[in-house]
């Protein structure tokens, strides 16, 4: 029997809240919930009352580091850097929530960090649409496709933020650093080929606040990306489609279901994979399995696959410069005058 991994609960905002612990409350994993760290006493304690951790701390000052073995990072990303260059270099596994840091520079120092530190002290980056099922089954679906040049588009949507975050000054750059860079995630671990140019467009509209931008990334083996981005609709909607030389059509119109769309062997719209709703969101989501993951390879000393790392999240810090290089400000609307 395993040992339970001693965990650290660093964050208890609404990620934690929403977002992971109902998930690591359903892992298969044996782990124990020793501390939760949060400046906010009320959330802090909230956290401790539902995990049953141990105790609460005001900062990660106050940890006994010695008394854990892993820690689940949900913090600002100005925080988030500095935090897990301290625990691992004390040897403490992290799963940090993207971004990972507040900026390419920084995730570039943290990334030369952990490249001086022991193998076997796991940092995984919470790229959880990596985990979502559909998106795994396609990506199995089309590894050979894939090995050649091929086209991907993903369309990825979420109406939040919809005002300025994280200490930036627009909420495109927000939204982009926040939602965006899950959408560059995705597009690299499906074509890992380096980008050799990027085109950006931006939709102007009266709100500056909301936007819809087209991105097209040109790898370096003949692929093309497309990516559609941003924060008009109402609800989170995402969908990824592969497309082959040979016409084919590989398509996650959602994170319900893999449709063949297009091949001239197969019906059109041949359902290849689906998910029912009774798995209350863990497949769907990637939440649970990229925890998953993480417990596993801290328990056991052993990886579970490749996993989204800092220098993912430095490569996706890379093309969110990228583009909000190539994206002019959206002009405010013009005040009437009466």
Known sequence: MNTPVRLALIGCGNQMQKNLIPF???TSQDYMPVVCVDPDATRATYVQTVTRAYEWKSSIDGVDVSSIDAAIIAVPPQASAELTE?????GVHCFVEKPAGPSTDRLRKLAAV???TPSNVRVQVGFNFRYAEAIRQLHALTSDVRNSPCAITIEFYS???SSPQWGVDTTVESWIRQNGVHAFDLARWLIPSPIARTDEHILVANDPDHFLA???MHHTNGSLSTLRLGNQTQ???VSVSVHAADGSVYSAPSLENVVLSRNAGMPSGMQLFGIKNLDHGWARSGFGPELEAFLTA??????TGPYPTVDDA???SVLCDKVLAGIQPLPRPACKIA
Not at 86 to 90: E, G, H, P, S, W
Not at 298 to 303: A, E, F
Request: proline share 3%; charged share 25%.
């Open 159 to 161: 109406r939040h933020p």
């Open 235 to 237: 609800r989170f909607l």
């Open 114 to 116: 952990l490249g001086d």
């Open 298 to 303: 801290c328990s056991r000393g052993r990886s």
């Open 314 to 316: 430095l490569a996706g």
């Open 24 to 26: 690591l409350q359903r």
């Open 214 to 216: 087209t991105l097209t």
């Open 86 to 90: 301290a625990l691992v270099r004390q």
